[in-house]
Nanobody
Framework: VQLQASGGGLVQAGGSLRLSCAAS????????SGWFRQAPGKGREFVAV????????YCADSVKGRFYISRDGAKNTVYLQMNSLKPEDTAVYFC????????????????????WGQGTLVTVSS
């Protein structure tokens, strides 16, 4: 399984960005997909996850109501739509995936995930 994240960039506070994570070598229904971020000098933190079925999503409290995770099965791509961005959202964003036993399973920690993309930098200016 290979993951390729893209879509990062520089945006002003209040703006929006959409990150993409293109995947190869997997069937969506067998994998949960997540987004994490790592700000300078900090650890990697959970942002959002979507189940293998695609029907269940969950976002961290810090981004709830502003960020949305989705996927396009035909394109084998997971998205993170980020709205109302704040300077504290500045970080390198990573997509991740892992196989699941049940298509409804969700995972929230770094150690839960097996496959990782290379990261894409999001910078939010004030």
């Amino acid at each position: 399984v290979q993951l390729q994240a893209s879509g990062g960039g520089l945006v002003q506070a209040g703006g929006s960005l959409r990150l993409s994570c293109a995947a190869s070598g997997r069937t969506f229904s067998n994998y949960a997909s997540g987004w994490f971020r790592q700000a300078p000098g900090k650890g990697r933190e959970f942002v959002a996850v979507i189940s293998g079925s695609g029907g269940i999503t969950y976002c961290a409290d810090s981004v709830k109501g502003r960020f949305y995770i989705s996927r396009d099965g035909a394109k084998n791509t997971v998205y993170l739509q980020m709205n109302s961005l704040k300077p504290e959202d500045t970080a390198v964003y990573f997509c991740a995936a892992r196989e699941v036993a049940y298509s409804s399973d969700l995972y929230y920690t770094v150690s839960d995930y097996t496959y990782w993309g290379q990261g894409t930098l999001v910078t939010v200016s004030s």
